[in-house]
């Protein structure tokens, strides 16, 4: 058993899979769990029961163990009543149990303002941005990247600078993009764009050079034209490791997302996250990350799904 498991480029079976699959779930799920309900590991605080005779302390109150545990001392040193609390967690880190509640009540839970989105009001603006930024991206990236990695001329007029501008960091045009596009979803777009265009475009143009050469030498011979060639050979060739490429973008587009916005922007999810952190609901902080992550890996999944579906072969070279 253990010989197969970590048998070099071996694939596991399906029930192998399935339980690995949700043991990479489980071990973070089982270290946070750990973190938060063991006492010893990292309860930093002691949140406050009943502050006895120390004046500044106060019912609910979280204080640092090394402060609580001098003041204990001096109050039983000096015969006043004792202050009596539990060691927990700092705020910031809820426990699962929490945040599985939150992941509920966030949806459910007003605004405190009126001016606020609801949780799903976030969500929906946010992949809206997501959508257009990358849906832009792909429709100008894919082709140019398609012809750089077929003629070398093309390579040499593309590449070159987006070599040198994949190296700018995309928030670096926030205050411009606010300035000419205005504050509302516009510059948000313009992010995610600035962040995937210009890897999309050299990701494409390296996977379009690893298709087999003898099948652009065999449609030569049996007289392929340009046009012919690109569009009947180099496409289709490449096609399904260019469907897995734009899931592997798409998620490079997310990561864009909390950057694009912070830039002038006043909703999306992460307004969300940064109003609960302000109001100190951290366990909505952590239900907000999560959907995103939920939400991502709901998308690639699908996106697998409808991959197999319309490129059946691919399917079957895979298991052999």
Known sequence: ??????????????????????????????????????????HTKVQITAPGDVSYFSEGMLVDRELFNKELKAASAEARVLPEGYRTNPIYLPAPHEVATALYTAFTTEPLRRNENWLHESLWESIQVIFWGFMISSILGVPLGILAGTYDVFSRLFEPFIEFFRYLPAPAFGALAVAILGIHEAPKIAIIFIGTFFQQVLVVSNTTRKLDPSLLEAAMTLGAKRLSLLFRVVVPGIITHLFKDLRILLGWAWTYLIVAELIGASSGITWFITQQARYKNFDNVYAAIIIIGIIGLTTDLILAAIGRRIFPWEKGTARA
Request: cysteine-free.
């Open 1 to 42: 058993m253990f010989a197969q498991l970590f048998a070099v480029r071996k694939k596991l079976d399906t029930k192998q899979r399935v339980y690995i699959s949700i043991l990479s779930f489980l071990l973070p799920l089982m270290i946070w769990s750990l973190v938060s309900y063991v006492p010893f590991l990292w």
